[in-house]
């Protein structure tokens, strides 16, 4: 177990639907990063949020976006999902809002999206 | 756009073996991590280096960050099933903002009892 919990772990929705996923960060980490990931293009960082406040912004589409509570808990929301939008999506943690060379992230277990 | 390219893409080895997987850039990066994601799991973080030149030993897996901080290997001596995965490269371009890492689309490792 990471400490970074993300829910749920799978979700199979249908083209032009709206999905939330969920994460919650390790205890003591303000940084919250969202990544996808997919076969053809690895990695992408999605977007960051540190503290409750958007801190950098990656290759995150238009349909999608994103907060972080006051608890430090984030949601990703995708909309008017397409068939392209099916990924692993990784939501991880940092301490800080850059991190020291040594810091890494720790990443959760992801969400599973399925879009038929 | 940096890019980090990962070689080779699949390696199929008996346990026993060694191995060695690249990974490699034209642009310099102020730090470089590598990861092992098992399927069903996100990326854990094995190592960074910052140093060009510098080596890092972990157990049987030795790190090595070239010189010129463009590119980095990783080495495993008589490797295990459990080493099995995909190792992901991770590069911060800019020194103290590793928010934005560069990822390289990884190795997939089978080792084979």
């Known amino acids: 177990d990471s400490g970074v919990t993300q829910t749920p772990k799978h979700l199979i929705t249908a083209t032009g639907q709206r999905v939330t996923l969920r994460c919650s960060p390790r205890?003591?980490?303000?940084?919250v990063y969202w990544y996808q990931q997919s076969l053809d293009q690895g990695l992408q960082f999605l977007i960051q949020y540190y503290n409750g406040e958007e801190r950098a912004k990656g290759n995150i589409l238009e349909r999608f976006s994103a907060q972080q509570f006051p608890d430090l808990h984030s949601e990703l929301n995708l909309s008017s999902l397409e068939l392209g939008d099916s990924a692993l999506y990784f939501c991880?943690?940092?301490?800080?809002?850059?991190?020291?060379?040594?810091?890494?992230?720790?990443f959760g277990s992801g969400t599973r999206l399925t879009v038929v | 756009t940096q890019l980090l390219e990962q070689s080779p893409q699949f390696l199929s080895i008996q346990e026993g073996e060694n191995l060695t997987v690249y990974c490699n850039s034209s642009s310099v990066f102020s730090s470089l991590q590598w990861y092992r994601q098992e399927p069903g799991e996100g990326p854990v973080l094995l190592v960074t280096?910052?140093?060009g030149g510098e080596v890092k030993k972990l157990k049987r897996l030795t790190f090595q960050f070239g010189d010129a901080r463009k590119d980095s290997s990783l080495h495993i001596t008589a490797a295990q099933p459990g080493d099995t995965g995909l190792y992901l490269c991770a590069g911060a371009p800019n020194a103290g903002n590793n928010r934005k890492l560069i990822w390289g689309l990884g190795t997939s490792l089978a080792v084979n009892p």
């Open positions: 205890s003591g980490d303000l940084s």
């Open positions: 280096v910052v140093t």
């Open positions: 991880a943690s940092s301490v800080g809002v850059i991190g020291p060379p040594n810091y890494g992230y720790t």
